[in-house]
C-alpha cells in the first residue's frame, strides 16, 4: 500500500513520542510544530534560541504564531558563541552545533526524548554545512525523512491555514557578513535595522549584506526593478546611511542562497 509523505510525516512523529522542536519562526518549523501538535499522546514543545544574531522579527513572528495556535513554547537565550567572532568559513557548522547543543540540553533537563528542525530535501542539494553539525548530534529532521520538499510543505501548510505559507526564507544574520571578518554587535544591528525597514516598505525576504561601510542589497526576482524605479529609492539610501552605511548598493544578480561562498 503506498503511504503519503503526509502520512509518512505523521508516522515518523508518532514514533518519535516526546520531542522538542526547534522553531525558527519559519515555514519549515511553524509547519513541523503545527503538525506535530496535531498528533494525539505526543509531547511536543517548540523551543526558539535567541541571540545576537537572530532578527528581533523573526522571534516575534514564531511568538506570534505560537500563540494563536496554543502551542507550547519557550525561548532560551545564548550569547554570541564566541568561536563564530571571527566569521570562519565553517560558521554554519558552528552556529549549528552551538544553537542544538543548548536545544539537547533543554531537551534533557525537561524531559523529552528527541530534538527536531525543519530540515527538508531541498536543503539536501544546496552547501548546508550546518547539515553535518546536525547529524553529530542525532538530530532527527521528519520533514525530510518524510521526503517532503519546500514547495510541497509550503502547499500543506496553506491547505492548514497556517498563514506563513509563503513567507519567504530567512536566514541568520551572519549569512550577511563576509567569511573572516570580525563581527561586532553593531555590524549585526545596522544589517538587522536596514532588513527591517525594506521589508516594512514592500520588499520581503530581501537581504542586506555588508561589506565595511557597504550595504549590497539582494533583492527577490521582481524586486530589483522596483527598487530601482522606487519613487522613494533616495529616502530608502538615506534611511541606511542613517542606519551607518556610507554607501548603498543595489546587487543586478538579485538575492541567492549563500552568495559569499563563491568568494
Same mark, same amino acid.
Given at each position: ?20 522542536? *526547534?522553531?525558527? =519562526? =519559519?515555514?519549515?518549523? *511553524?509547519?513541523?510544530?503545527?503538525? *506535530? ?15 545576537? #544574531?537572530?532578527? &528581533?522579527? +523573526? ?20 550569547? #554570541? ?8 568559513? $565553517? ?14 540540553? #533543554? ?25 553535518? &553539525? ?10 525530510? $525523512? &518524510? ?13 492548514? =491555514? %497556517? ?18 571578518? @570580525? ?8 544589517? +538587522?535595522?536596514? +532588513? ?15 561589506? =565595511?561601510?557597504?550595504?549590497?542589497? $539582494? ?17 530608502? @539610501? ?6 551607518? #552605511?556610507?554607501?548603498?548598493? %543595489? ?13
Amino acid at each position: 500500500m503506498n503511504v503519503s509523505k503526509s502520512e509518512r510525516l505523521d508516522n515518523i512523529l508518532k514514533e518519535l513520542k516526546s520531542i522538542v522542536v *526547534a522553531y525558527s =519562526g =519559519g515555514v519549515d518549523s *511553524a509547519f513541523l510544530l503545527h503538525r *506535530a501538535n496535531s498528533i494525539k499522546n505526543l509531547k511536543v514543545i517548540g523551543v526558539t534560541v535567541r541571540t545576537p #544574531f537572530i532578527p &528581533a522579527y +523573526e522571534i516575534n513572528e514564531a511568538l506570534e504564531i505560537s500563540g494563536k495556535y496554543g502551542f507550547r513554547h519557550r525561548i532560551i537565550d545564548l550569547p #554570541f558563541p564566541e568561536i563564530l567572532r571571527s566569521s570562519p568559513p $565553517e560558521r554554519c557548522y558552528y552556529c549549528k552545533r552551538s544553537l542544538f547543543s543548548a536545544l539537547l540540553d #533543554f531537551a534533557s533537563e525537561n524531559g523529552y526524548k528527541y530534538v527536531v528542525d525543519g530540515s527538508n530535501v531541498d536543503d539536501t542539494q544546496d552547501y548546508r554545512p550546518g547539515l553535518k &553539525a546536525l547529524r553529530e548530534l542525532s538530530v532527527t529532521s521528519p520533514l525530510m $525523512e &518524510a521526503g517532503l520538499t519546500k514547495n510541497e510543505i509550503r502547499e500543506m501548510a496553506r491547505k492548514e =491555514g %497556517l498563514p506563513i505559507w509563503d513567507k519567504p526564507a530567512m536566514t541568520c544574520l551572519l549569512t550577511r557578513i563576509p567569511y573572516n571578518t @570580525v563581527i561586532n554587535d553593531s555590524m549585526l544591528k545596522m544589517i +538587522e535595522k536596514a +532588513e527591517s525597514y525594506l521589508m516594512e516598505n514592500g520588499y520581503p525576504g530581501t537581504r542586506v549584506r555588508i561589506h =565595511g561601510n557597504l550595504a549590497r542589497i $539582494e533583492c527577490l526576482p521582481g524586486y530589483i526593478q522596483k527598487l530601482a524605479d522606487d519613487p522613494t529609492r533616495e529616502r530608502i @539610501v538615506s534611511n541606511l546611511k542613517e542606519i551607518g #552605511f556610507r554607501y548603498v548598493s %543595489l546587487d543586478l544578480e538579485g538575492y541567492r542562497p549563500g552568495s559569499f561562498n563563491t568568494e
